[in-house]
């Protein structure tokens, strides 16, 4: 690492450590060799796991935002809901629209959860086949139910439900089978501390069905072409194989540290921010009950100038902060306890954050 890195403690990309790295300079396979097969088969199991999933696991060679996309282009035929509480969510409607599908947003004040009870009120007027849904909101630090909403939309037969985990997958549990989740998405630079670039999703039978009625679903994001792909292990273009690399070293940290300890471990971080938080006389941009536990979004109510706060950490501790994501850019800032930060890395950033607080 080199000597001028600045550590990143924002909500993605996260630190990727030196090791995973080193994985990652694997010498390079063909993509349709023996080699990528057993890769990708060696690694399926676990991923089903922590999908907590049947179904296949496929691998795309985009962000998140290329799979948020691509469901709305298999499954989108009649009309969307989406569920819209921040910056993410939000895009989401707009994203829809693009695609020339017919969206409607249920809107939450940012800082807000999602209330199932509205989900299914909207739903009840039958206007919609599928629900956008983003689990944990990393531009707020809210983090909505996904039994609640998974449950309002599973009262309504025939409506779809994708769900983004992007921030809290492998943070809190996130059950695909048992909620009847019918796609679960999630990228590889947050939670799971990859470099970009990757995106991982598990599409349930009725969505497949589902896509097979779709005239549009053009090819690179075709939720077909991975399932006939994924049969033999592969991928439908050339993946990114040096990240796949890195995936398969960070699922043995995951499955090393225990799935439950890793759980633990984030709720443990998560609870040293808000400690910090607290001590200073912040306050919570999310409500009690709706905190992430990937990240803590402060609400700055003692007014500090962010950006100087920010240039402290840099300069003196070379560490990034967030200060906060669009419109409240500077209300609020984030704290990221996602990925491979352990209570070392936690207590050295929140003691840097004491420092550059009295320097203010
Ligand atoms: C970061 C993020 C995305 C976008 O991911 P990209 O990798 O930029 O496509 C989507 N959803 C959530 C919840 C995110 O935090």
């Known amino acids: 690492m080199s000597q001028d890195h600045i550590r990143l403690h924002i909500p993605g990309p996260v630190e990727v450590s030196p090791a995973t790295y080193a ?104 206007e919609f086949d599928l629900v956008t849904f983003i689990h944990n909101e990393t531009s707020t630090g809210v983090m909505s139910s996904l039994a609640g909403v998974a449950a309002a939309v599973k009262k309504h037969p025939g409506v779809l439900l994708v769900v983004d985990t992007v921030s809290s997958f492998t943070v809190v549990p996130t059950p695909m089978d048992e909620l009847g989740i019918d796609v679960l998405l999630t990228g590889s630079q947050k939670a799971l501390a990859l470099p970009p670039g990757l995106a991982l999703f598990a599409v349930s039978e009725a969505a497949l069905e589902r896509a097979k009625s779709m005239p549009d679903r053009g090819y690179y994001l075709d939720f077909l072409e991975f399932q006939k792909n994924q049969e033999s292990f592969m991928t439908p273009s050339t993946p990114c194989i040096a990240t796949i690399y890195g995936l398969r070293h960070q699922l043995g940290v995951i499955f090393d540290e225990g799935i439950e300890q890793r759980h633990a471990r984030h709720a443990r971080l998560n609870a040293m921010a808000h400690d910090w938080v607290r001590r200073h006389g912040f306050d919570f941009f999310a409500p009690e009950g709706y905190r992430s536990v990937s990240l803590t979004c402060v609400a700055n109510n003692l007014g500090i100038d962010v950006a100087r706060f920010q240039k402290l950490l840099r300069e003196n501790h070379r560490l990034a902060l967030d200060g906060g994501y669009g419109k409240i850019k500077g209300t609020t800032f984030r704290i990221s306890n996602m990925g491979d930060e352990t209570d070392e890395t936690i207590g050295n950033l929140l003691a840097a954050m004491d420092d550059s607080l009295a320097k203010l």
């Open 23 to 126: 994985a990652m300079s694997a010498p390079m396979i063909g993509h349709r060799s023996k080699d990528f097969q057993a890769l990708y088969e060696e690694m399926h199991p676990r991923l089903q796991a922590l999908f907590q999933t049947s179904r296949p696991v496929f691998l795309s060679t985009s962000s998140a935002w290329g799979v948020m996309e691509g469901a709305l282009r298999n499954l989108a035929a009649k009309k969307v809901l989406c569920l819209c509480k921040g910056a993410f969510s939000d895009k989401w409607v707009d994203v829809a629209r693009r695609c020339g599908k017919q969206a409607e947003a249920l809107q939450y004040e940012w800082g807000q959860p999602i209330d199932p009870a509205d989900v299914e009120d909207r739903l009840a007027t039958g």
